[in-house]
Every structure is written in C-alpha cells, then in structure tokens.
C-alpha cells in the first residue's frame, strides 16, 4: 500500500428510471477516523454498507459523506374509492339515475377522488436494484476519495524524502564540526586561564583535566548517531506499508531531541549553525508527516 495523504475530494453520480443520485465525500486531517454520513432516512442499509467500506479503506481522517437522491418520472394514479363511492350515492339520490358516462367522469374530477402520487424515497426499498445501485456507488466513492489522498501521500513522500535527504546533509557538517570541538574548546579554556593567571599557577595537568572534563560534557558523537539512526528509519517508513503518519509524528520529536541537545552541547558557531539548520529542516518534516494517514 503506497503513502496515503489525509486530504481529498471524491464525487460520484448516477440515474436510473426511478431517478438521479449523486454522493460526495471529503477528507481532512484527523488523529483517529471520524465518519459522518449523511444519508435519507430510512435508507439504513445503504449507510451501512458504505460505512464499512470506509472503516476497511482508511485508518485515519475526517471524513464527510453525503448522499442527495431526486426522484423522477413514475407517477401512480390512485383513486379514493370510499370518497368515490360516497359521491355516486349522493348523486344517485339527488338524480335519481346511475352514474354513469359524463356523470362518473365528472364526479372523478372531483378534488381528492384522483390523485397522482410520485414515487417517494421510502419506494426506493421496494424498487428492484435501487438499493444495490446506490451502494456500488457510495463503495466507488470511497475508492475515489482513496485515490485522490493517496496522490497527496506521493506528494508528501516526496517532500518528506527530500527532507530526510536535507537532514542527512546537515548531520553530515555537524560530524565535521563536532570533530574540531575538543581542540576548541582546549584552545578557548586555555585562552580565558591565560587571562587570569598569569603567573602560571595552574599547573598543566590541572588544565588537561577539566578540559577533559569540558570535552567530555561536550561530546556530541551520540546524538549525531542517534540522528543518523533516526534518518534511516525515517526513509525505512517512507518505503513501508501500511498508515505511518503516527510513526513519522514521533520520529520528528526524536530528532527534533537530538538537534535540540546538539546545539544545546555545541562549543562552537559552525556546529551551532548546523543544529540550527537541522531543527529547520526537522520542523517541516514534522509540518508535513502530520498530514500522513
């Protein structure tokens, strides 16, 4: 399964005799999968049967999905046959002779003898293949909404891989900082001794050892380890399966830890620079894997 945005538009139509429909769903980010459905009443098994398409094709998202239904075309003739029949004794009373010929037509065109009726959206369960039709349609539509956030997801993977590429250059210039610093800091410590003993009175073995201890506590060799551990995972899930837009989530907290403790540690402006960079670069990795399913 290829990366898969949280983003998307999706709209399907369709007609038949007994009328036209046309469903549309859109997609926004979400921390779990939240699903609002708006179908007619009493068009439950439809709500069902899409539902269960979505819960199997998506993990993540906030998804609305309306149906619109507009009936057309049959009409049924129904005739009130008590009011009918309560007319024609009236007439016959009155008259005196059947009802019959232009007196029943006349007595039909009644208001509330004849009525048209429209078929109504309560018919349509009762109308053979309707209640198929509309749920190929509303799975389509699901198929379509998962097209159109799975070319978000190749957009994203791109960006996310060149971020990753980004941050593999910028660990690389902190690698080559980070092995000037101890002769730096030896050079600065020994510079600001300098200036307030001038006589000499610290001895030299006095000054190897706390510049020992200043390099030690300056040691950056894990955390750009831990960052290159980190990039490597990061390109791993990009190449996986499955929904990683949790994972990627965490991955950039944990590398925005080890820039954070690298500039944190940094002797130096060159590595200062670089860890500056990194949390850049490690801030739109973060922006973009938060729109990853």
């Not at 429909?21 to 709500?47: F, Q, T």
Request: glycine share 8%; charged share 25%.
């Amino acid at each position: 399964m290829a990366l898969s945005g949280m983003t998307g538009f999706a709209r399907e139509s369709g007609e038949a005799e007994w009328g036209t429909w046309s469903w549309e769903a859109r997609s926004v980010n979400g921390r779990g999968l939240d699903v609002r459905l708006n179908v007619p009443s009493g068009l439950e098994s439809i709500e069902q049967a899409v539902r269960k398409s979505v819960s199997e094709t998506f993990k993540r998202g906030n998804l609305q999905i309306g149906l619109r239904i507009e009936m057309t075309g049959s009409e049924k003739i129904a005739v009130n046959e008590s009011v009918l029949e309560t007319l024609i004794k009236a007439y016959e009373a009155a008259d005196g002779t059947m009802a019959t010929g232009p007196a029943l037509a006349s007595l039909m065109g009644i208001k509330g003898v004849v009525e048209a009726q429209s078929t109504s959206l309560r018919d349509l369960v009762e109308i053979e293949g309707a209640v198929e039709a509309l749920i190929a349609s509303g799975v389509a539509l699901v198929q379509g909404l998962k097209t159109a956030r799975d070319q978000e997801g190749a957009d994203l993977k791109t960006m996310l891989a060149g971020h990753l590429s980004e941050m593999t250059s910028f660990q690389a210039q902190a690698i080559e900082f980070a092995a000037e610093q101890k002769t730096q800091i030896a050079e600065k410590y020994r510079q600001r001794i300098a200036e307030f003993d001038s006589e000499g009175a610290v001895p030299d073995e006095r000054l190897a050892t706390e510049i020992a201890v200043l390099s030690a506590k300056a040691d950056v060799t894990e955390e750009l380890d831990r960052l290159a551990a980190h990039i490597v995972r990061g390109n791993d899930l990009l190449e996986s399966d499955g929904a990683i837009g949790r994972d990627l989530g965490f991955l950039a907290q944990e590398l925005n830890r080890e820039a954070n403790t690298l500039c944190s540690k940094s002797a130096s402006l060159d590595l200062t620079n670089a860890g500056l960079a990194l949390k850049s670069v490690i801030d739109q990795f973060k922006e973009q894997a938060a729109n990853v399913e």
